[in-house]
DNA sequence: TCTTTCTATGACAGCGGTTTCAAAACTCCT
DNA sequence: AGGAGTTTTGAAACCGCTGTCATAGAAAGA
């Protein structure tokens, strides 16, 4: 259990002063290559490290950007908080996660954590964290949401085309020829959730389609609300041949109720979700969804975010979505 | 942009020390109410938060454990992680995670990056670092491993059941009366896959079944290949009623295949998997699988640092796995 | 050869806390 | 009132590294 080498403990070996070794750490300023030399022999030979806690109180940047999230073991969350880590990736920056557990209390703590951490930057994903708290924070440290809009800070959101997505899903569904297609929404206080909304109604008038409040009934984002939503419809006794989904997790939920009731996928009823997460495409039949990279767009946060670091503007691009057909949809039945 | 306040500015404001200011933060040791009072109200005044990064240097200790995990996105490893932020919450740990995407290189900086940070305390998830570099670090700071097994420090990696788990998926598929159970087993090397693989072979010696080498093929946990062993199966011709997958990726991967095939889930093929994954219950049919809470593991593995870090042994339980039998197995058909 | 420029280097002062140590301020007794 | 025994408090050193600044040396010009 030695005590970890420090800057001195090279300075002696290598005989020069704390200065150059760090100096030869760092890069900024010339060292004669000899003293230069016999200071990396010294770190390689007492196998330094630096340590960068005393780094960053020194430099007064931790040189680590925080990611408030809600669950690790969230899929969605998941794959977000990994594209962070790639759009960081080749960057020095570095990530540390704190999760809010969908809980303002939690968040609360895991957001102060990582304040007093000294993030040099934050990324927000999701949660409902008061817009003003943001803002505020935003004053002190560059800020990028995603999967939510704050009010005031518009341009460090990321956006989806939520609304167009769904559009797209449901006037797939029309073009095959269902009339009456259901939808199972997301929490409402959720923006995503009700552009999703939109983008369906907006679709069906489109076609000329009625838009019929039965069949559309609300789910939280889980397999299990996706389950109960269609226990809901199934119990409205309204006819429909094919459900539109908030959520891939929710129509997961779904397409087990249809198989609990007999009912085919998609022979029955075709249905289709939105995110296409990484299962998805293994589910049977192999869910038609409504692509968001959540990979890409843990990307652009990041981006966003150095472009922040760098004084520059966010520069977020709008995050396009696209159809992905594959089997969880039919021609309705004649 | 006003810079943050610091210790300095409260002991102005409150017209005492900053040891004093220090010594209410912490509470090490006993201040006269009316000045610990004037510096609380200081604090609340400035909106005061002391900078960790400072505290961690001058204390020597981080209140950091890091996490080496190998990917966020996926299932397995955000649900263990979820499991190990739970275990920690409640004491004054947070911890920090870090990635190796598995590849060794990424792996090594991760890990790196992690030790430089000062971290008090590790926790590797899996990956394939060799043992001998672990079994240094934890000379240094304590160490906890889960889903691998590391020579000579085998009271501080978390173990499961592997071999009576798959053991008992073989013999509930035996029962059913199935005769010829084919594996899909995991990548070699892991030493899970290796005892997953023997409690198959013991289940079917056991019940004095032939093991038959034709009917196991080798995968690498993920549903990609777990559709790809269902072909090389099935291009084999040799006949079988069941498969037991050894993880519930692959589970997924060949359930897809056998839809395509026109085989039916339990009807021609029962299968079972092995992980429980919080989606298994939600496929179709729900899966059969062996559980074993990857949140429970976290948690222990959390706790068993803490004991660790509180110079206790780190005693993890053996970690038991149960049996969950859903929808996917049925009686071999007569 | 003697200035005049540069360049490489070391001393030193922080960064924002904590902690030790000794002095100061109160107790409580006699 | 005087002294011993407790608290409470502030000064100062320190955690490990960085960055400024002044100086010593080397190179260049006269």
Chains 1, 2 share one sequence.
């Not at 930057?121 to 995603?146: R, S």
């Not at 908030?246 to 779904?254: F, K, P, R, S």
Request: one cysteine or more.
């Amino acid at each position: 259990m030695a005590k970890q080498p420090t800057v001195s403990d090279i300075a002696r070996l290598a005989q020069v002063s704390p200065s150059t070794v760090s100096r030869v750490l760092t890069g900024s300023s010339p060292v004669h290559p000899a003293k230069s030399a016999a200071v990396l022999a010294a770190i390689e030979r007492l196998n330094f490290r630096p340590n960068l806690t005393a780094r960053a109180l020194a430099r007064g940047k931790s040189m680590v950007i925080g990611i408030l999230t809600q669950s690790m073991a969230s899929q969605f969350y998941g794959e977000l908080a990994q594209g962070v880590e790639e759009g960081l990736s080749g960057s020095s920056y570095q990530c540390v996660f704190a999760s809010g557990h969908w809980e303002r209390a939690a968040e609360q703590a895991a957001l102060d954590l990582l304040l007093a951490r000294q993030v040099d930057g934050l990324i927000v994903l999701g949660g409902d964290h008061p817009d003003a708290d943001l803002l505020a924070i935003n004053e002190q440290i560059p800020l990028i949401a995603v999967g939510r809009l704050i009010a005031g800070l518009e341009d460090h959101c990321l956006r989806v085309e939520n609304a167009a997505g769904a559009f797209q899903a449901v006037q797939h569904l029309i073009e095959l020829g269902h009339r009456r297609i259901a939808h199972v929404s997301g929490i409402a206080a959720h923006i995503d959730a009700r552009e999703r909304r939109r983008g369906y109604e907006q679709a069906l008038t489109t076609a000329g389609l009625p838009v019929d409040e039965r069949l559309v009934v609300e789910g939280n984002f889980t397999e299990q609300s996706g389950l109960l939503a269609l226990e809901a419809l199934l119990a409205r006794g309204v006819h429909f041949s094919a459900i539109f989904a908030a959520n891939d997790q929710m129509a997961y939920g779904i397409r087990l109720g249809l198989y609990r009731r007999g009912l085919r996928v998609p022979e029955d009823v075709s249905l289709v979700g939105f995110d296409d997460l990484l299962g998805s495409a293994y589910t049977t039949p192999p869910l038609t969804t409504v692509r968001q990279s959540m990979l890409e767009q843990g990307r652009y946060a990041a981006r966003g975010l150095l472009n922040l670091l760098a004084d520059m503007p966010p520069n977020l691009p709008r995050v396009a979505t696209d159809l992905v057909i594959r089997e969880s949809t039919a021609r309705v039945r004649g």
